[in-house]
């Protein structure tokens, strides 16, 4: 009798250590705020660069053509265009260029059964801009963007010096005004000669277009020189979406009995592996159960002799 209450008991302790054998609700939270925390400290650590500097003063006595590219992970694409935006407009700059959009990649379809299918793929939205920042101001905005930055892919700088590259486009059009001064003169001796003053007048015009053209680049030069280009390209963590969606099939078409088979032997065959898998699971239970019973059978024959 003492015996079969020992092993009524052995089971009941079993039973009530079921429930209690996984992490309780306030473990299972524990452990996600850490994971978040871990990941936290990824994106924070000593080693990694996860904010803009940039010093870009020059001599006085040197031009240059800045040029910039960035690219960094935020928390909100939407809200940190805006941001963007209102920062150019602060520091005097525009907005020529932006994509606004989403991506989607890594697309799956997985059959739940013969007619059920889940849909998932990965979303990440992003934006790439391009802005015109007066040449003084850019280090000035750059630093601002330190607070739209989780995590910072790469920053180029290009600075190009073209202080040669305007002077010799100024002495050539110096050059191309005095021509077109003696052109006038030599237009002016030669009246009445209409082949020579014909002539004198097509070299003129070649001439004040190659001015005029010397003009226009020269000019756009300075407007690179005063306004630096800064690409920013922004993106936000990727978000997964699946559904579930029927798989249609018309009545006309069923899967032949081999097919059927190959489907059923794969289905066994899962269920078979987690069966496998939650034995190993519940490895402890059983080792408790089979102690349990070779205990009650060496209390039973203790009691026999």
Known sequence: MNSKLLFAGALILVAGLLPGCGPSAKEKEIFRVDDSTRVADSLSRP????????????????????TAETKFLTGNVRAATEKIEDLAAKY??????????????????????????????????????VLRIPNDKLDSLVRELNKLILFLDYRTVKMDDISFTLLAGQKARATLKGFEERQKKNIGTKA?????????????????????????????????????TLTIIIYQKPVLYSETQPQLKTDSFEPNMFVRIGIAISIGWGMFKTMIVFL???????????GTVVLY?????????
């Open 47 to 66: 080693g990694l660069v996860n904010e803009l500097k940039l010093g870009t003063r020059t001599p006085e006595d040197k031009k240059f053509i800045k």
């Open 92 to 129: 005097g700059g525009y907005l020529t260029y932006s994509k606004l959009g989403n991506h989607e990649s890594d697309f799956s379809r997985t059959e739940i059964s013969l007619d059920s299918v889940i849909l998932s793929r990965k979303i990440v939205v992003e934006n790439f801009m």
């Open 192 to 228: 009445g000669k209409l082949k020579e003053t014909t002539a004198a007048e097509e070299s003129l015009l070649k001439s004040k277009i190659q001015s005029d053209t010397l003009e226009v680049e020269n000019q756009s030069l300075a407007d690179q020189v005063k306004y630096c």
């Open 280 to 290: 190993f699971e519940i490895w402890w239970l059983i080792v408790v159960v089979a």
């Open 297 to 305: 059978r060496v209390i039973r024959r203790r009691k026999k002799v």
